[in-house]
């Protein structure tokens, strides 16, 4: 018995184990390890038996520890009890008896002998024992807390003989372990438990530590070739800036380009330090920390992006700079955004954050067509305006324009397609501006009393200007076209915006006719030689004329009064004019969709009371014909040719102002002034008011039917373009075609233009009609190319000192008309204010037949020469609808009545076959009697005149500057006068001088 425990591995004659059968194979060095082999784990240790033991194989043990032939799953009879310094490998005491299979108390326990398994042994197995449910040592071996030296011996297995692989060799270490040959106590057990679990913990730890240390090593050094492979853009750079969009008339030659922007270099030292701290604070406070990229703002981003937040950038000044290069800031992918960081970092690394600032301050779109600052201070603040001089609070205006550069959060409210209203542009400006200046403040780079008194101070006052002005084409006579009308159009149609025209590439070929429009220009402009140039000497008068083709609504030529495409836009919706007698189309037309035939009579009578027009106590306002002229019966047609007051007010009475509002609407007519306040007849509100038939003057009084109430040149082309089309109204449009950089067409006018019914097209027949037995001083009613025209003259009284308020002055000269394929509208007025003092070249006061008629008809001359608009064609004969019997004159008095169509100069000395004298029409040969004083006009004789003719001062004394009596071309002592061409219509004259109560006056109810 003594042999169990004194040898532990139980070992042969040649101490080493037998060249196995079950594993214990030799080891040529003799260690006593697992397995026999020559690695090591040779045979001498674990001596392999088939009746127990560690049969050990050649890969180390594979048989399991000790499984006997009989199939017990015990450690084997004998155990073997190496200790460390036996093997090097094994546990202390292992020996386990038959008993006791994987699960005994204790790894020691026998009842023949053995070592004891301590404690320590026990919770380094992972077998799953545990000393507390030992059964003890129960016979032998070294229990309890029984020091025993070290010590080795034999061990005889039982079932084998002296000399078989049943024998092993091994020594045990006894001694000083605690817990030997007893069962653990419960406070014992719960530490060994605890202390297991943490050992468990700090092996995971460990392991995932050097998982993480190698991932990171492979991230840094994929990381670092990332960073090497991607560089700068400075190749980019130019390419951005050469991607310009050309702009084309409708034949393809060559109009404007867009994207050679408005940049005015700056530097930083020349930028005052508030101004740099503004945009510092509004856009990446830590500029001036970070290495180009914030990661802790990537960090916010990625995890508000990825958790399902709303999607956030975090790009610093220097990612945005790269991102306008780029053209990747609006796509915040995450592979973009690394391109955009490492482009930062290396940014950061090549240059100063004061030179970042500069590039970024040169390159980045501010609004208002201005690429960087030093554009940005003088689109935003005017041509006075010094860099040197900028505060804190104007930076922050232009600043709180790089996220929304398309007009949005400008207060001036410069973006159409936003359609916000002026109160929602100002609110976005300011919640922008106060959250710049907020921010600065909050930074510790504005003070407080500045940032007080800016915020008490509010936005700071900016230009009128708002149009784009990047350099070629914008100072041209197409400026306004290319560069305004051209840039809103690809916006609202084809959701192209500003920015992307002026980096995108794109060709947009517009529907303007190269020879119309220099037609436009050679006659309107005030260059030398020009109709305008000759009409008006002074230089004090400005024209405007627009274009359009009635049967596809494609503006043909625009001209906004000025040759350099800067200024005031004359012709569009910022300077609008008061329309005068041209607008009484659209009464007409009101009239006649409502059953009015253009042959019912109507009370002329002038002057006119109505019960709608009363000033501020509720005294009636009368309304009054030019020269106070009273006719009792007239008939709509000669009303229209006459240009009467009364029976216009009349019918807008009659049929309600906003129903000739609308009417105006559905012709063309989008925007009209109210008293300052500009209405847009797009607005659903606006609508809405003008759709309440039973409030039918809530946006417009019943002024309207002759036209006090400013509208755009433009809008009158258009709705004259709808009548020559038989009441079929054509979206006006610029743009025909727009092709991408790439050569594919992104947006094509056809099949994208509104096209609708204005007005029936019998009601339109009538109206055409009418307006071809209109035409201005100059004109017969057709072309040199035998185009018939039709048209109507235009008139606006100025408003003359308290002193004088029938001055006889005017300040606003109108002719629109048409033919079949061309519409043209014509403007003319003071160069400076909408109130100047209009003359003609002899210092007359002039009227719409005059200057206005002039230019229009040598433009029809010209353009309708063209091919294509040459169409010689008669008008459609009118249908003469509705009813004769509508008109409001009286019954007794609805006969013809052929006396008042007598004219002077209709006498014997008129030849009858001469067109130029019959009937009272401008006779350009001396054959007409010159009048009869007293009775007739007659001026140039004895002063005595008849207020019926615009010759005549409102006061009935003669306008000394009237050489001759209008209807003869008599002899006069001045020759140089006798030779000038009459300024003045008869027939078909428009006596459209308005009534002479102010528009202040009236009291709308």
């Not at 060709?507 to 030398?528: E, G, P, W, Y």
């Not at 007519?669 to 606006?686: E, K």
């Not at 004789?941 to 009935?956: K, T, V």
Request: aromatic letters at 8%.
């Amino acid at each position: 018995m003594s042999d169990y425990g004194s040898r532990g591995y139980g070992r042969d004659p040649d101490d080493y184990g037998w060249p196995g059968k079950d594993g214990g194979g030799r080891s040529d060095s003799g260690r006593r390890d697992y397995g026999g082999t020559d690695n090591g784990y040779g045979s001498s240790g674990y001596g392999s038996s088939n009746h127990g033991g560690y049969g050990s194989s050649d890969q180390g043990s594979s048989d399991g520890y000790g499984s006997s032939a009989g199939g017990r799953d015990s450690y084997g009879s004998g155990g073997y009890g190496s200790s460390s310094s036996a093997s090097g490998h094994g546990s202390d005491s292992y020996g386990s008896s038959s008993s006791s299979a994987y699960g005994s108390d204790s790894y020691g326990s026998s009842s023949s002998g053995g070592y004891g398994s301590d404690s320590h042994a026990s919770s380094s197995s992972d077998y799953g024992t545990d000393s507390r449910r030992s059964s003890g040592y129960e016979s032998g071996g070294y229990g309890g807390d029984h020091d025993e030296p070290p010590t080795t011996g034999r061990a005889r297995v039982p079932g084998g003989d002296s000399t078989g692989p049943g024998r092993a060799r091994g020594s045990a270490r006894v001694g000083d372990r605690p817990g030997r040959g007893r069962a653990l106590s419960d406070e014992e057990a719960e530490a060994m438990a605890k202390a297991k679990k943490k050992k468990k913990r700090r092996r995971r730890l460990i392991a995932a530590a050097c998982v993480m240390t190698v991932m990171l090593g492979m991230i840094v050094v994929a990381g670092s070739w990332y960073f090497q492979t991607v560089p700068l853009p400075i190749e980019d750079i130019n390419r951005a800036l050469a991607q310009n969009s050309t702009i084309t008339y409708a034949d393809g030659s060559s109009m404007a380009k867009i994207g050679e922007a408005n940049r005015v270099e700056v530097k930083y030292d020349d930028i005052p330090e508030e101004v740099v701290y503004s945009l510092v604070a509004g856009e990446d406070a830590k500029f001036f920390e970070h290495g180009g990229v914030d990661f802790w703002g990537v960090m916010r981003a990625l995890w508000n992006n990825v958790t399902g937040g709303e999607t956030q950038g975090a790009s610093t000044l220097t990612q945005q700079y790269i991102g306008q290069v780029m053209d990747i800031r609006g796509d915040q992918s995450y592979m973009r955004k690394a391109n955009e960081a490492v482009m930062a970092m290396k940014l950061d690394e090549k240059y100063s954050k004061q030179q970042i600032i500069e590039f970024y301050l040169n390159l980045v779109y501010m609004g208002r067509g201005a690429y960087g600052l030093g554009a940005a201070v003088t689109a935003w603040y005017g041509e006075d305006q010094k860099l040197e001089d900028l505060t804190a609070s104007q930076a922050a205006l232009i600043f709180a324009q790089v996220k929304s550069p398309n007009g949005r959060n400008d207060p001036r409210n410069t973006c159409e397609p936003c359609e916000l209203s002026d109160e929602q542009a100002v609110a976005n400006a300011e919640e922008r501006w106060a959250y710049f200046l907020k921010a600065q403040f909050e930074m510790g780079e504005l003070s407080k009393e500045k940032y007080e008194q800016y915020i008490a101070d509010g936005l700071p006052e900016t230009a009128e200007t708002t149009a784009v002005s990047p350099s070629e084409g914008f100072d041209k006579h197409t400026g306004f076209v290319s560069h305004k009308y051209v840039v809103e159009e690809a916006a609202r149609k084809a959701g192209i915006s500003q920015e992307q025209l002026m980096v995108g590439g794109y060709k947009i070929t517009t529907t303007l006719n190269k020879q119309a429009q220099q037609a436009a220009v050679n006659i309107a402009s005030r260059k030398d030689g020009s109709t305008m140039d000759q009409l008006d000497p002074t230089g004090d008068l400005r024209a405007a004329l627009v274009s359009i083709d009635p049967k596809t609504g494609e503006v043909l030529a625009y001209f906004g009064g000025t040759t350099n495409g800067t200024g005031t836009d004359k012709a569009g919706y910022e300077n609008m004019h008061p329309p005068g007698s041209s607008f009484k189309e659209f009464t007409m037309l009101t009239a006649l969709k409502n059953n009015v035939s253009v042959d019912s009579m109507w009370d002329g009578s002038s002057p006119m009371e109505f019960e709608t027009r009363v000033d501020g106590n509720g005294d009636k306002l009368p309304v009054t014909n030019s020269g106070n002229r009273s006719v009792e019966r007239i008939s709509l047609t000669d009303t229209m040719v006459q240009s009467l007051n009364t029976p216009i007010f009349a019918m807008t009475e009659m049929f309600g102002a906003n129903q000739v509002m609308l009417t105006a609407y559905a012709m063309g007519i989008t925007r009209v002034a109210v008293h300052g306040d500009t209405y847009n007849l797009n607005d659903p509100d606006t609508m809405a008011l003008l759709q309440d038939d039973d409030y039918p003057r809530q946006v417009v009084d019943n002024e309207i039917g002759f036209g006090q109430y400013p509208v755009s040149v433009f809008d009158m082309a258009v709705a004259n373009a709808t009548l020559a089309n038989y009441g079929v109204y054509n979206e006006p449009h610029f743009i025909k075609e727009i092709v991408d950089a790439e050569g594919n067409v992104v947006y094509s006018a056809e099949g994208n233009i509104e096209r609708r019914e204005a007005v029936p097209e019998g009601v339109a027949r009538d109206a055409v009609w009418v307006s071809s037995q209109i035409h201005p001083n100059d004109g017969n009613g057709t072309t040199p190319s035998n185009v018939r025209t039709a048209g109507k003259t235009g008139t606006w009284e100025r408003t003359c000192e308290e002193n004088n308020p029938g001055c006889g002055q005017n300040s606003h000269l109108w002719y629109t008309g048409f033919s079949q394929n061309v519409s043209a509208a014509v403007w003319v007025g003071h160069k400076s204010s909408e109130n100047g003092d209009v003359r003609d070249q002899w210092g007359s006061p002039d009227y719409g037949a005059g200057m206005s008629g002039s230019v229009w008809q040598a433009y029809m001359n010209e353009v309708t020469q063209l091919e294509g608009f040459n169409d010689p064609k008669p008008f459609l004969e009118p249908v003469k609808g509705g009813d004769p019997n509508a008109g409001n004159a009286k019954e007794e008095e609805k006969k013809d009545d052929d006396e008042d169509d007598e004219r002077p100069g209709d006498d014997e000395n008129c030849p009858g076959n001469n067109p130029n004298c019959n009937n009272g029409e401008n006779p350009g040969q001396q054959h007409c009697d010159p009048g009869s004083p007293g009775q007739w006009p007659d001026c140039n004789a004895d002063g005595i005149c008849d207020p019926e003719f615009s010759e005549c001062f409102p006061n009935g004394e003669c306008d000394p500057n009237f050489p001759m009596d209008p209807d003869c071309g008599g002899e006069n002592e001045n020759q140089e006068q006798n030779n000038r061409i009459t300024p003045y219509e008869l027939s078909t004259r428009d006596h459209d001088r308005p009534f002479a109560v102010r528009e202040e006056q009236l009291l709308l109810t």
